[in-house]
């Protein structure tokens, strides 16, 4: 029997129609007036955040917008909103989008009103204190930031990905309304639901999940795997909508207090290099670490494949393992989503980096059978082979 432990301060609502009440949980939880409002250029495109703007104007909030995030955020970001955050003498960070403005959120909530840069904190220079509250409003169904302790940071200098992680991190209010997902493009739609599909996956198989994740995980594959194929083929499904919005936050509840794996240290990596959308990259080399797990821990890779749907208690863990890694490709295949050889600027001259990267994540370590530099380069080899 393992000890463990599970933590979650963030108040959760949930519902259609919840971003309207946005300025009442607000006042509810005595967060602001003074506000900065972070989100990413196409959620400001797509007419989202300017109705909540003036929801929150009309009822006495001071609100500032910081909108200057890349897809894959960089730490540079994460300063120039900390320095703004400051001079706009600003007390709390709502952050509206997809996990980029999440995750610029939580840095600059953390970096205004300590200073430092990310690095620091991933380092222990600097301690997590004093972060200013955090709200979240997820427009994407995948990340699970919303309710994590995490923020994914690339390093411009380096292009690695710095994840800073801490209970203090966790928002303390996430506003999740499926309406605000309906216009999100197919293709986002996609990959950010196999993002939150690998969460779940690698949350519940980790080295250090426990019995909390591991129920949570299990609902959430099991949603993801029957409502994804619905939302990604029409986007006005109410229901299916809902169900993704809510199984991406079961899956970060999951993922928040345990760890990802070996799929997300490749696809970090990924992302870190080429600047890949992250729920592609992970997609990419799912099936193939999932192939290389399963040959030391076919257990709780069949337990996975009867959770999904792709195996019966009537299979052996055996075959159950192995409809998991078919069920799995041929899920992500009706996604439409391109394989490792037809993303853009992917190299075979990068591999070993990408292997290196992916082997110095703090990640590496939780993955459910150890894996070394050069299986991390098998499986990017096989990822890219594979026509």
Do not use: W
């Not at 960070?93 to 300590?114: E, F, R």
């Not at 309406?179 to 996956?201: R, S």
């Not at 991406?248 to 290099?273: I, K, T, Y």
């Not at 749907?309 to 078919?326: C, P, R, V, Y």
Request: aromatic share 6%; net charge negative; proline share 5%.
């Amino acid at each position: 029997m393992d000890n463990f432990s599970y933590f979650c301060n963030t108040k959760i609502e949930m519902g259609l129609g919840k971003a309207e009440e946005l300025p009442d949980l607000l006042k509810s939880l005595e967060i602001g007036p003074s506000i900065l409002v972070v989100s990413d250029p196409g959620v400001v495109r797509a007419g989202i955040v300017q109705p909540i703007l003036e929801r929150l104007q009309a009822t006495g909030y001071r609100t500032v917008l910081f909108d200057a995030l890349s897809p894959n955020p960089r730490d540079t970001e994460c300063l120039a909103g900390a320095k703004l955050f400051v001079e706009q003498r600003l007390e709390a960070v709502v952050a509206i989008g997809g996990g980029s403005a999440m995750d610029t959120g939580k840095a600059i909530a953390l970096l205004g009103p300590n200073g430092g840069t990310p690095l620091e904190y991933v380092e222990g220079i600097r301690k997590y204190v004093n972060i200013a509250p955090i709200v979240c409003v997820p427009t994407t169904a995948g990340t699970g930031s919303e309710v994590t302790r995490s923020s994914v940071i690339t390093e411009s200098t380096t292009h690695r990905k710095l994840t800073l992680k801490h209970a203090a991190l966790r928002p303390l209010l996430a506003v999740l309304d499926p309406k605000l997902t309906f216009t999100v493009p197919k293709a986002i739609t996609a990959a950010t639901g196999v993002d939150a599909l690998v969460h779940a996956i690698e949350g519940y198989s980790c080295k250090v999940t426990n019995p909390i994740s591991q129920a949570l995980g299990a609902r959430s594959m099991r949603t993801i795997v029957s409502a994804l194929p619905t939302a990604f083929r029409d986007g006005d499904n109410e229901k299916a909508r809902f169900a993704m919005l809510e199984s991406s936050m079961l899956a970060g509840l999951c993922f928040g207090s345990s760890d990802v794996a070996a799929v997300h240290c490749l696809a970090e990596a990924l992302g870190g290099l080429y600047d890949t959308p992250h729920g592609v990259a992970n997609s990419v080399f799912l099936p193939y670490v999932l192939q290389f797990n399963a040959q030391a821990e076919q257990a709780i890779h069949a337990e996975m494949a009867r959770h999904m749907g792709f195996a019966t208690n009537l299979d052996s863990d055996e075959q159950a393992t192995q409809k998991l890694i078919a069920g799995v490709r041929d899920f992500t295949r009706q996604l439409e989503i391109p394989k490792l050889r037809e993303l853009p600027g992917v190299r075979r001259e990068d591999f070993a980096r990408i292997a290196e990267m992916a082997l110095t994540n703090n990640s590496t370590p939780s993955n459910v059978r150890p894996i070394s530099s050069d299986d991390y380069l098998q499986i990017i080899e096989q990822a890219y082979d594979d026509v």
